[in-house]
């Protein structure tokens, strides 16, 4: 059985190699981003989000991912739609609950996906999963207020309840099933200072989970991945434009056999 | 009392350690820009728009942005929504009524927001003031065909009428609310060569005033410390690409002594 | 008469002196992308989508490009509305069919458009072009999954049932009436590692349409300039981030002379 290191190097490999769809149904401020994103790390990313397209093209997709970013009701209908399609084709589903906590529909949004939907993995700021574990949070906006090592006996209690695991991401990262609990210390600090690095965090698990069939393994691996490539990125930055554009160069530019070396996951 | 200039740096030294939350409203073309921009200059932006959660997501900020770039008869509603509400709480509104006088849509949007809500300052080129002044005017698109110069005796006439200061940006920028006029002579030509520079004007305006109370010193010095990152930026810029870019490391890495001492605000 | 190298470099000259305005009713992808290639390139673009304004809106335009990426059935209403008003008032249009042939949503909508408005040139992918003519097609989604040389026998057979001008971008572009075959060979394979460059290839045909009323010439010397472009900006990237933004350095940048000298265009 391969190191969590060595499932890094291959799931990026094999990303690369397939080219998997990674279906997007997410928010007006990192369409973009997202989809560089994952073009540079080796996806096909589409962006749908018509209820009489949705169903179709997550057919077509390895991995859906749902992000709540910029929601109105019937986005979050049209998100459903898919993800119900996504369960009973066996696609994983990746779950981003931007802003949970913030307002009502965010939060009720977010709860909704989680019920009616078989999510593979939830990723979040803490305060979102702390406002998901129905928790107290300071969160205002989108940006966490809270930090991840408040958040983690809710994280775990929270994939223990749903049996979906959740991924915390923050200046260290953590993964839970609720019984594996994984940490990541791969990123760079000037990773928050551009809009859409979390949402493209969790099209990046989509990408993995499109690859890897073990959520905890495709979430671990597709962080460090994604912090290894913030951390080269910011070496030579002088500010988050330049940052941002070294890290699309990164992603694309990333070897297997670095992010074996450096990633920095631990169990 | 202090300077305009000493004004500047202390609204971006308090941008900065305060980080306000900025809520948007704004056009498809410029949300991403957008969000980076506030992010690069120390605010923290969050874009909804679903009639359902503005209320409640203003009720945490310290500005909000209104921005009919793309609009539809829903999003205006929306904004309306959100202004009334941030009105009874004293929150400030910024206004960018993009394409003003390019289509009846867009004038009676912009219109409708001045009457409905207390809009504390509104920021447009010379073009869009001019048609809100209902004076004539040359556009055709959302670029501005007329200049500072031709629309300034309109737009002292505009503050006037509506109670509220207008801020036009250009070659060189003028503030007034009717009795004082300012100018702003800051910027540089590469600014109009990327899409969202003039949304971005007015979504700084907005991060400054959350630390200013005072409408006109904060779109004054909002205006300088926006022109004066332009500048830092084109010094070494490539075209328009490599501008946006340094525009964001400039706007984040721009010491506050600096913008002191290079701020050209004269009243 | 001039070469097809020499309407090139006139085309640019003029699309720089006369600055058109582009209406652009397109996908939220590749909005702010699609802007900032049209402004780095000479044009003056605009987005609009409301059915209540996009008739006024395309009444000021030199060319309205229509792009059903991200669409759903409100939106492909006000693509029809505003195709009809251009097609009355002789404004070209230009159609990027993305994702025809993945969904029955996608192929209806490109082909509504295409029977209910005057298009002047439709610009896709070879597996796009493929669905359209109703031949089989590999796509699953955005991303070409068929090659040009394929697809050539069935474009030329579509712009003759069509009566529209056909344009494939790929490694070689082909740009076809049915009657005349061009082939362009300029362009980078970094084209294909960012998210929009299909769509932008299709807002510059636009925009040298709006200054060239032969639409085989407009697509095959806009295409030539794109690539060219592309070429450039490939020089020294370091991946796709780095590439991006040269690539608008270098459409901002390009000079006419180089164009006629450098398009690798062949009839």
Not at 33 to 56: K, W
Not at 163 to 184: E, F, S
Request: hydrophobic share 45%.
């Amino acid at each position: 059985m391969p190191t969590i290191q060595q499932q890094a190097a291959r799931n990026l490999t094999k990303l690369r190699e397939t080219r998997p769809l990674i279906h997007n149904i997410t928010n007006f401020v990192v369409m973009n981003f997202t989809a560089n994103i994952l073009l540079a790390a080796g996806a096909s990313p589409v962006m749908a989000h018509a209820e009489n397209e949705v169903e179709e093209m997550v057919g077509f997709a390895r991995a859906l991912v749902l992000n709540i970013g910029t929601l109105t009701d019937d986005w979050v209908d049209a998100m459903v739609k898919a993800g119900k399609k996504a369960t009973s084709l066996g696609v994983p589903i990746i779950l981003d609950p931007v802003g949970a906590g913030a307002t009502a529909l965010r939060t009720n949004a977010a709860k909704r996906i989680l019920a009616e939907t078989k999510v593979s993995v939830v990723r979040g700021n803490a305060s979102e999963i702390l406002a998901l574990a129905g928790a107290q949070t300071n969160t205002k906006g989108v940006d966490a207020a809270d930090s991840v090592g408040q958040a983690t006996d809710q994280a775990i209690r929270l994939a223990t309840e749903l049996g979906v695991p959740v991924a915390i991401t923050g200046p260290q990262d953590l993964i839970t099933d609720g019984k594996r609990v994984i940490r990541v210390n791969n990123g760079h600090a000037l990773m928050s200072s551009i809009t859409g690095t979390g949402c493209g965090a969790t099209a990046i698990i989509g990408a993995f989970s499109g690859v890897d069939p073990d959520p905890v393994s495709a979430a671990a691996t597709a962080l460090a991945y994604y912090g290894l490539a913030g951390q080269r990125a910011a070496a030579d930055a002088n500010g988050p434009g330049s940052f941002m554009i070294r890290f699309l160069d990164a992603l694309y530019n990333l070897p297997p056999e670095e992010l074996e070396r450096d990633a920095r996951i631990s169990e």
